[in-house]
């Protein structure tokens, strides 16, 4: 079971960080993923982390500004996000997966259940 938090209402240049806690299974044995859906827009990936932590992807729009990381001992991952734009408002969800190399959503099989980002201009 995932749980995403930390979203918000933030102003445009604004950093937030959010939070994914697993729990009920083995967490060092997932690849976890970010994903965000605008309105009326599709899922899209955001970026997702290897098992150890030691692999990282990222979708080309926001590698430069996205940051995600994970602590297994903690059975949490977390996605750094600096410099949000308007553009960036979502609902964000975290994700898991057994294998790596997955961005389409329907590849994840673990899901929370998504955290608001609102990005104000």
């Known amino acids: 079971q995932l749980q995403a938090c930390g979203g918000g209402l933030v102003q445009a240049g604004d950093s937030l960080r959010l939070s994914c806690a697993a729990s009920?299974?083995?967490?060092?044995?997932?690849?976890v993923g970010w994903f965000r859906q605008g309105t009326g827009k599709e899922r899209e990936f955001v970026a997702a982390i290897s098992w150890s932590g030691s692999v990282t992807d990222y979708a080309d729009s926001m590698k430069d500004r996205f940051t995600i990381s994970r602590d297994n001992a903690k059975n949490t991952a977390w996605l750094q996000m600096n410099s949000l734009k308007p553009e960036d408002t979502a609902v964000y969800y975290c994700?898991?997966?057994?294998?790596?190399?997955?961005?389409?959503?329907?590849?994840?099989?673990?899901w929370g259940q998504g955290t608001q980002v609102t990005v104000s201009s």
């Open positions: 994700a898991a997966v057994t294998k790596w190399g997955k961005r389409n959503p329907t590849d994840y099989i673990y």
């Open positions: 009920g299974g083995t967490f060092s044995r997932l690849v």
